[in-house]
């Protein structure tokens, strides 16, 4: 099982340099503690610089972004550059899981 983080996080064209540095810390950050990060850019045409983002890591262990490098790194995207977060739990396909907690 694993768990995803995704952000959807716009990105001021006049921003766009300090986005990339800190995307590079924030998945340098996010490999070291064996997380995958990934993200896209929008194919709106009005929307060019809005990204999403994805963190997964597996379920059987402690939140990695909740400590460490990774917490630090995504704080400081966040505080530069806001975004809207959320939590996702991989199902499995058993039906116990198909329903909401």
């Given at each position: 099982m694993h768990v995803l983080l995704s952000i959807t996080r716009p990105v001021p064209a006049g921003q766009l340099q300090v986005y990339e540095l800190s995307w590079r810390r924030l998945r340098a950050a996010a490999g070291?503690?064996?997380v995958h990060a990934w993200r896209f850019r929008s194919a709106v045409v009005s929307e060019p610089t809005r990204y999403l983002e994805f963190l997964e890591w597996r379920a059987d262990r402690d939140d990695?972004?909740?400590t460490g490098p990774l917490r630090?790194?995504?704080a400081e995207l966040g505080d530069t550059l806001p975004g809207e977060a959320e939590t996702w739990h991989e199902l499995t396909g058993e039906p116990s899981q198909e329903r909401a907690p």
């Open positions: 070291d503690v064996g990695p972004t909740a630090e790194a995504l």
